[in-house]
């Protein structure tokens, strides 16, 4: 098992990353190789189409946001943008995806449904802008759930446990060290853009207003693709981070225990808790009220339907 970033940089050096995933995940739960790359082709197919069905948009289920990718790609498609088109696929894509998990539609969790649009954002922004080969995304994806799978041994992946640090950002350094990987980084400068990108995380706070994942979630993942795409450039540009991944996961571990309970997916705190925030939050109540009672008075009048019948049947 490879237990920390400094061992994986030790085990990887001079070798290609996914490989050294690949090996020890094969050893360790006697997964063959192939079939984890053929799982990972599934996986980067359900993430195309999640962006493909993302781009039309549609109200979500707590009517909160839905549409954002349908206007950046109607923006970009018209040439209303100013960013260069990586970053503007970044963000549609990242949109696009957690569009879809708004409407309760198929995504792939990277490595929660809460975070799954930075990196299918990042991965599938940088493939076809760059023209990568999709295997090449494959193998990334195995770089994206091996850097996940070490930093879940310190940390518990979940804006429950930790804030949204454990997953954006987790989600950010994941997406950062696999783009390495895709543009010929080395090992040492994989792991170098997953600390930049998750340090810069830090005391990121759960949020969501009315208990929902739809705001500030689905914009937060389209900012977050973009901030591992930084990462990843300063680091493959020799840009490092003075503490090293293993410290940075243990300072994460520490501030998500540290912060209130408020803002660790609760509802009861930071943007839920403002005044629209604490609006949206009771008419999401009062609605889920009428929907109980609506219920409640369908089945009283099934239920006196078929006393009625009984009666007129004796």
Do not use: W
């Not at 490092?240 to 940075?248: G, K, L, N, W, Y």
Request: charged share 25%.
């Amino acid at each position: 098992m490879i237990e920390s970033f400094s061992h994986l940089e030790q085990l990887a050096a001079g070798r290609d990353l996914a490989d050294v995933f690949l090996e020890t995940d094969e050893q360790e739960h006697g997964v063959p190789a192939a079939q984890i790359l053929e799982a990972l082709r599934k996986r980067r197919e359900v993430m195309r189409d999640c962006v493909e069905r993302g781009k039309n948009g549609g109200l979500s289920m707590g009517k909160l946001v839905g549409n954002e990718a349908k206007k950046l790609n109607e923006a970009f498609q018209s040439g209303r943008t100013f960013l260069d088109p990586l970053t503007i696929k970044a963000e549609l894509y990242a949109l696009s995806v957690m569009g879809e998990n708004s409407r309760m539609g198929v995504i792939v969790a990277a490595p929660t449904a809460g975070a799954g649009g930075v990196v299918p954002g990042m991965l599938l922004a940088l493939e076809e802008e760059r023209g990568i080969e999709p295997e090449t995304t494959v193998r990334a994806l195995v770089v994206a759930g091996g850097i996940g799978s070490i930093i879940a041994l310190s940390a518990n992946i979940s804006g429950a446990a930790g804030g949204c640090q454990n997953e954006v950002g987790v989600a950010s350094a994941m997406g950062a060290a696999a783009v390495a990987y895709m543009v010929g980084g080395t090992p040492h400068e994989s792991i170098h853009a997953a600390a930049l990108a998750l340090k810069n995380t830090l005391g990121l706070v759960c949020d969501p207003v009315g208990g929902l994942v739809e705001v500030p979630c689905v914009k937060r993942n389209a900012l977050f693709a973009v901030h591992g795409l930084t990462a990843a450039q300063l680091a493959m540009a020799g840009v490092e981070s003075v503490i090293p991944m293993d410290e940075v996961v243990e300072a994460m571990v520490r501030i998500g225990r540290a912060l209130p309970r408020g803002l660790k997916e609760t509802a009861e705190g930071g943007l839920a808790k403002t005044a629209t925030g604490c609006a949206i939050g009771q008419r999401l109540k009062d609605e889920a009220n009428q929907r109980r009672a609506d219920r409640a008075a369908e089945r009283e009048r099934l239920a006196q339907e078929r006393k009625d019948a009984t009666t007129a049947a004796r």
